[in-house]
């Protein structure tokens, strides 16, 4: 039995995400993460941090006939030449985040295809609201008004995204709100600088290679843009090894890789709501009132109308610049059979290990 202190309607949703485990107890309490004993459909061979997993077939695995393969092993590869080049040569069947620019070698190859799977994943760049400039909401507006995003998507993403609308619902999900797209307008980024009573403004946005592909190129094109409109953008190139602990969620504004959550009210808890773990300090009293209701909500146009209230809450005074959304973009060796791919979370909802075989 599972006694919730308020309602929640998507809880169903929460309990088959992959992040919930079940693990052996210790006695006296807590639970034994050590012995990695587990119920998944692998048990694990090696751990070498940074370099490799092996994985091997649990004969005991509840579901009948599953999973398909003997053995999986996840080889971290940074640099996307040599992972294009590990698949090329058979050394791996499956490469994560393909390259764009890899992607015509891929396709022109008989022995492998490309995926692109419609995601949640969407790239971003945060404002810390607790710091100036960003406290102010018109100087927000005037950021995202000054950002062309169509340039970033066909300059960076060379046409293979989505343009984002400063909100972090993507289209594929259930209670998408369409709203009319925030175009670039220097004139409106200019007006809403005004209304902050600035002529101008210097910010500095934090970006490394990894924090999402293409990050570096996108903000010197938005240094471009926002130029005109009298927002000078000082790009800070932040190491790659340690962004994610050192500069997401620690400096006022940086690109960001977001992967999305299942539902909406999850992703608004996760990141949104005021206090959420990966907020970086944005608040707005009505959204978190609306969050609440939504949440325990069973009756539908209810609950529809709650979340097109936030989502134009987020689009209007939130704290992120939408610049796509993207697909998950893979490159497979065509050996490897699977079903339909799942594209909430990457590899196939991280269930590819138990869902995937090799036709051989």
């Given at each position: 039995?599972?006694?919730?202190?308020?309602?929640?309607?998507d809880?169903?949703?929460?309990?088959?995400?992959?992040?919930?485990?079940i693990?052996p107890?210790?006695?006296?309490?807590?639970?034994?993460?050590?012995?990695?004993s587990?119920?998944?459909?692998?048990?694990?061979?090696?751990?070498?941090p940074?370099?490799?997993?092996?994985?091997?077939?649990?004969?005991?695995?509840?579901?009948n006939n599953?999973?398909?393969?003997?053995?999986?092993?996840?080889?971290?590869?940074?640099?996307?030449?040599?992972?294009?080049?590990a698949?090329?040569?058979?050394?791996?069947?499956?490469?994560?985040d393909?390259?764009?620019?890899?992607?015509?070698?891929?396709?022109?190859?008989?022995?492998?295809?490309?995926?692109?799977?419609?995601?949640?994943?969407?790239?971003?760049?945060?404002?810390?609201?607790?710091?100036?400039?960003?406290?102010?909401?018109?100087?927000?507006?005037?950021?995202?008004?000054a950002?062309?995003?169509?340039?970033?998507?066909?300059?960076?993403?060379?046409?293979?995204?989505?343009?984002?609308?400063?909100?972090?619902?993507?289209p594929?999900?259930?209670?998408?709100?369409?709203?009319?797209a925030?175009?670039?307008?220097?004139?409106k980024?200019?007006?809403?600088?005004?209304?902050?009573?600035?002529?101008?403004?210097n910010?500095?946005?934090?970006?490394?290679?990894?924090?999402f592909?293409?990050?570096?190129?996108?903000?010197?094109?938005?240094?471009?843009?926002?130029?005109?409109?009298?927002?000078?953008?000082?790009?800070?190139?932040?190491?790659?090894?340690?962004?994610?602990e050192?500069?997401?969620?620690?400096?006022?504004?940086?690109?960001?890789?977001?992967?999305?959550?299942?539902?909406?009210?999850?992703?608004?808890?996760?990141?949104?709501?005021?206090?959420?773990?990966?907020?970086?300090?944005?608040?707005?009293?009505?959204?978190?009132?609306?969050?609440?209701?939504?949440?325990?909500?069973?009756?539908?146009?209810?609950?529809?109308?709650?979340?097109?209230?936030?989502?134009?809450?987020?689009?209007?005074?939130?704290?992120?610049?939408?610049?796509?959304?993207?697909?998950?973009?893979?490159?497979?060796?065509?050996?490897?059979?699977?079903?339909?791919?799942?594209?909430?979370?990457?590899?196939?909802?991280?269930?590819?290990?138990?869902?995937?075989?090799?036709?051989?």
């Open positions: 039995m599972i006694t919730l202190t308020e309602g929640n309607a809880l169903p949703y929460l309990l088959s995400d992959y992040h919930l485990s693990y107890a210790l006695q006296g309490g807590g639970i034994d993460m050590e012995s990695a587990g119920t998944g459909s692998f048990t694990l061979e090696s751990f070498e940074g370099i490799a997993t092996r994985l091997t077939r649990n004969p005991n695995y509840h579901k599953k999973p398909y393969l003997d053995e999986v092993e996840f080889i971290n590869i940074v640099d996307s030449s040599a992972r294009l080049n698949l090329l040569t058979g050394e791996v069947d499956f490469i994560q393909l390259d764009i620019r890899n992607v015509p070698m891929v396709e022109r190859s008989a022995d492998f295809a490309v995926q692109r799977i419609p995601s949640l994943r969407h790239f971003t760049f945060d404002m810390d609201t607790r710091v100036a400039p960003f406290d102010n909401p018109d100087v927000r507006l005037a950021l995202k008004y950002l062309d995003r169509s340039d970033v998507i066909d300059k960076v993403f060379l046409g293979e995204g989505t343009q984002g609308n400063d909100n972090p619902v993507a594929i999900q259930k209670f998408y709100h369409e709203m009319p925030r175009e670039h307008s220097i004139d980024a200019k007006e809403h600088l005004a209304k902050a009573g600035l002529n101008s403004v910010v500095d946005l934090s970006v490394a290679e990894n924090a592909f293409g990050a570096i190129d996108a903000a010197t094109l938005y240094q471009e843009h926002a130029a005109r409109a009298g927002i000078n953008i000082n790009i800070v190139r932040e190491a790659a090894d340690g962004y994610w050192n500069v997401w969620l620690k400096k006022p504004f940086c690109a960001v890789d977001y992967f999305g959550r299942a539902t909406v009210d999850w992703l608004f808890s996760t990141s949104y709501t005021t206090g959420a773990p990966w907020n970086s300090g944005w608040s707005n009293a009505r959204f978190d009132e609306l969050h609440q209701l939504a949440r325990a909500e069973t009756d539908e146009a209810k609950r529809t109308a709650y979340y097109v209230e936030m989502q134009e809450i987020l689009r209007d005074d939130g704290n992120i610049i939408t610049v796509a959304f993207v697909d998950w973009r893979n490159a497979v060796a065509n050996r490897v059979g699977f079903g339909e791919v799942g594209g909430l979370m990457p590899l196939d909802n991280m269930r590819m290990c138990e869902r995937w075989w090799i036709k051989d």
